[in-house]
């Protein structure tokens, strides 16, 4: 995704407003540098125009999974054969962020079910900041003495161990129980920090922290992998896709005078106005769906997000855009 040069961003700002028809009045006055003379929050919108078509983003090749999907899983699958994962989903999909594949002319759509409940015993590295000074303690970053798999699990258990100390969070998707868990057999056979001989202490990002090592038990979701087929033709994947993904659809002849006077007053980047904005903002705003940002009082309301984000098609391109409030009570 790259973002708008100017004069494309511009013209699709005035595409959304002037699919509405023409507008009344002007935007905000003559001395406000195109912002509207309210004196509420400011809402701004920035633009980015998607590169290509939403089958580049969203659909792999057989033969070039994500890093992260499970491609024993998708083997199976495609084949029909029996398989199952443990504790994580085989292709990371979830219901808004579905994945696809496409296997010798036909785009399946991936996702699990779960099958199963296992509980297993697993060690788990927890680190606590040294209190007294440790002669010579084992280099726990990255290219330090220890395997891979440490270093892994060291950095992601400095993270939890940082965050003790609220000097920041972690990421909770990779932190387990306060530290980090060697789920499968080849990690806890690599480990040196699991050995009979593993050093008490290590040190990561000049913090030397002390080795607490526990036996915990989990207990884990089994799931199937399943591949759906759900188009032959790429124009119906990508009909697919826009209907997952893509929200207000514009017209190229939609332009009107009054939109392209907000093309001349906008931002390359981002336009923002303060409330009560102008009307040709405003009618941009119902354009893109975002209708709960017209009223004033929109920090009162339950359930609104002061940041929302979307896509919306312009033409036969399709667009990211923004929302962001700022300032005001």
Request: glycine content about 10%; hydrophobic content about 35%.
């Amino acid at each position: 995704m790259t973002k708008l040069a100017p004069s494309r961003r511009t013209l699709l700002a005035g595409a959304v407003a002037g699919g509405l028809g023409a507008v009344a009045g002007c935007l905000g006055n003559d001395d406000n540098d195109g912002q509207s003379g309210g004196d509420g929050p400011e809402l701004s919108l920035s633009l980015s125009r998607v590169d290509g078509t939403l089958r580049d983003r969203h659909v792999r090749g057989r033969d070039d999974p994500p890093d992260h999907w499970d491609e024993a899983a998708l083997g199976a699958v495609l084949a029909g054969d029996s398989y199952t994962t443990q504790h994580r989903k085989p292709f990371f999909a979830e219901p808004d962020d579905p994945a696809y594949v496409r296997d010798e002319g036909t785009y399946y759509r991936l996702r699990s079910v779960a099958v199963d409940e296992v509980a297993e015993t697993h060690p788990i590295l927890r680190l606590f900041e040294a209190e007294d000074e440790v002669e010579s303690p084992v280099d726990g970053s990255e290219g330090g003495e220890l395997p891979r798999v440490d270093q892994r699990a060291v950095r992601i258990a400095h993270f939890a161990a940082r965050a003790r100390g609220n000097e920041g969070g972690y990421p909770a998707d990779l932190v387990d129980r306060g530290g980090y868990a060697y789920r499968t057999a080849a990690a806890r056979e690599e480990s040196a920090l699991l050995a009979a001989d593993a050093p008490d202490h290590v040190r990561h990002r000049d913090t030397t922290y002390r080795v607490e090592i526990d036996r915990e038990r989990f207990h884990e979701t089994v799931y199937r992998p399943t591949a759906e087929p759900v188009a032959e033709r790429p124009e119906r994947m990508e009909a697919i896709l826009r209907a997952t993904f893509v929200g207000p659809r514009i017209g190229a002849d939609d332009l009107s005078a009054e939109a392209r006077r907000i093309v001349d007053r906008a931002d390359a980047d981002e336009y923002g106005e303060r409330y009560p904005y102008s009307d040709e903002y405003t009618a941009l705003l119902r354009a893109l769906d975002a209708r709960p940002y017209l009223d004033g009082g929109i920090r009162n309301d339950a359930g609104v997000l002061t940041e929302r984000k979307g896509m919306i098609r312009y033409g036969d391109d399709y667009y990211e855009w923004e929302l962001r409030l700022s300032g005001g009570d």
